[in-house]
């Protein structure tokens, strides 16, 4: 997926912080040779402090239950799960990779955004330690010849097509502005959404926004001097929101699109309750929270008991990534190498999707879903290619 997606409040962020630092330190084991012959270390490595820490935190949650949950099973091998803070920071990501490799893990839940994940992939294939990332979606990450990365989300070739498609099959939409903030996963997204409308004959025509600023009125302005009937961002909850209540308070009202990045109810926050009404956003990851399937309803329902609050996205992919390491030690497998061939032919029902990987690391599951904000609330639509606007699944 995405370099970030949330913006806690200062306090809120110094208490999670406070509490994955604690989570993480109940003791140091494992090793890329195993670690000694009743324990290992698995990392999750990506953004727990920041401006964008919340997706992060969904995922090590669910890194964290699963293996909690491993743990009180009395295994033959124990495992302690290691937090590695990123802060989502493709320049911090490095060093942070390097700490884990010193302290021999053994596999890595990571990392949450493309930007970093890009930083450290040679790294990690160097050290012979899989990762498998619950989120980042940048399409070249599968076509590096990587041997030891793997991801449990569709990438952004797939998602891309289903965010065209929602602005030509569902909105109808004859022209399209497509805005991104020149990082990264936004640029790359944004590019094959307008890519694929201009190849389909839809008027299309973009702008990017800095991140680091406040105003954007000048793509605002742009916006509204091409009148389209609908907009695709491609970029972050924190600036995206911005960008919609600017747009909605400048009496623009075509239909806003989005992406991963932006799929958190923070936007709502961000842009506002009323401009942020009946917008879309995309993701490579369905909702679990209506599920009537056993396993997911203890899944949530184990989540909310052990962390005060319910999945958000991710933590259900999360949960899913550590269990495929867990069930990987389960059949014997402690060090890196060994790990990652019993990676390559793993076949099970996860919480989120089937798990199961292409010999590029892609999961072979691939649908893109939709969201909608009605009445205030994220609500998930279903599938990209069933969607009915206002009708939640």
Known sequence: MRRNTIRFSGALAAAAALSLGLAGCGGGGGGGTGGGSGAVTLAYIGAQTGDNAQLGINIYNGAKLAVDQYNKSNPKTKVTLKPYDTAGDPAIA???????????????????FSGESQAVQPTLEKAEIPNISPSATDPTLGKKGFKFFHRLVANDDAQGAADAKMMTDVYKAKKVYVVDDNQQYSLGIANIVFNTLKS????????KIDPKASDYSSTVNKIKAFNPDAIFYGGYYAEGGKLLKQMRDAGVTAKFQSDDGANDPNIIKTA???????????????????????????????????????????????FDSANAFLDAIKAGNTTGTKINDYLKTINVAGISKQIQFTPQGEVKANTIYQFQVLKGKLEFLGP?????LGKPM
């Not at 490095?94 to 490799?101: D, F, T």
């Not at 389909?200 to 702008?207: A, E, F, H, P, Y």
């Not at 309803?297 to 933590?315: E, L, R």
Request: hydrophobic share 35%; with cysteine.
């Open 200 to 207: 389909g004959g839809t008027q299309v025509q973009r702008d």
């Open 272 to 318: 506002g309750a009323k401009q942020a009404e009946g917008i879309t956003l995309s993701c490579a990851c369905q909702s679990v929270a209506t599920s009537t399937v056993p396993k997911v309803k203890k899944f949530i329902d184990d989540y909310k008991a052990a962390f005060s609050v319910g999945q958000g996205t991710y933590s259900a992919e999360g």
């Open 94 to 112: 490095p060093n942070q990779v390097n700490k884990a490799i010193q302290d021999k893990v053994v596999g890595v839940v990571g990392l949450p």
């Open 384 to 388: 990209t290619d069933k969607v009915e």
